[in-house]
């Protein structure tokens, strides 16, 4: 577990389904994800068997706000990071607060050498919070995801290590 001023950032639980759920139903919350909102607790239910099956080492965090669970972030997959927040809870430095704390618990729980974030270009919160936290962009590419008929291209963008 992991502390900021304002948040908790934790191990998923069961418990947490329904607020999850509320969040990967919205469907602004999900309009830059790589997959449609979910249409029922079941489909939440996937993701956070998986989220609770990811603990050695815990990268991948709920985060949690006065005792509601407000979204996601961190590391997923090899050296990827990424983070979801419900709408409520936008625009008040709530996931650059979390991954401010999250950054360095990946650097010191693993040997990766680099981290990296795959975002929709038309997101331009998220491209400019991860620029805000050091990243840069790597690449571009087209057509990588495609939710329900539409297609969406990607911007790739890393983190090093930091050296000292």
Same mark, same amino acid.
């Not at 509320?22 to 449609?36: E, L, N």
């Not at 008040?92 to 999250?102: F, H, N, P, T």
């Not at 990607?154 to 090093?160: G, H, I, K, M, N």
């Given at each position: 577990?992991?502390?900021?001023?304002?948040?908790?950032?934790? *191990?998923?639980?069961?418990?947490?389904?329904?607020?999850?759920?509320?969040?990967?139903?919205?469907?602004?919350?999900?309009?830059? +994800?790589?997959?449609?909102?979910?249409?029922?607790?079941?489909?939440?239910?996937?993701?956070?068997?998986?989220?609770?099956?990811?603990?050695?080492?815990?990268?991948?965090?709920?985060?949690?706000?006065?005792?509601?669970?407000?979204?996601?972030?961190?590391?997923?997959?090899?050296?990827?990071?990424?983070?979801?927040?419900?709408?409520?809870? +936008?625009?008040?430095?709530?996931?650059?607060?979390?991954?401010?704390?999250?950054?360095?618990?990946? +650097?010191?729980?693993?040997?990766?050498?680099?981290?990296?974030?795959?975002?929709?270009?038309?997101?331009?919160?998220?491209?400019?919070?991860?620029?805000?936290?050091?990243?840069?962009?790597?690449?571009?590419?087209?057509?990588?995801?495609?939710?329900?008929?539409? +297609?969406?291209?990607?911007?790739?963008? *890393?983190?090093?290590?930091?050296?000292?």
């Amino acid at each position: 577990m992991l502390t900021t001023e304002r948040l908790i950032l934790r *191990a998923a639980r069961q418990d947490d389904l329904l607020d999850l759920h509320a969040i990967f139903r919205d469907p602004m919350a999900m309009r830059y +994800w790589s997959t449609p909102p979910h249409d029922s607790p079941e489909r939440t239910q996937e993701n956070l068997d998986r989220m609770m099956a990811a603990t050695d080492p815990l990268l991948y965090f709920v985060i949690e706000m006065d005792g509601t669970v407000v979204g996601t972030a961190g590391g997923h997959g090899e050296g990827e990071v990424g983070f979801i927040l419900h709408p409520d809870y +936008w625009r008040r430095g709530i996931v650059q607060e979390a991954m401010r704390a999250i950054l360095p618990h990946i +650097w010191n729980a693993t040997s990766l050498e680099r981290v990296f974030a795959d975002v929709d270009p038309n997101n331009t919160a998220s491209t400019g919070l991860l620029m805000a936290l050091g990243f840069h962009e790597t690449h571009r590419a087209p057509n990588t995801y495609c939710i329900n008929g539409v +297609w969406s291209d990607s911007v790739y963008f *890393a983190l090093d290590r930091p050296t000292s």
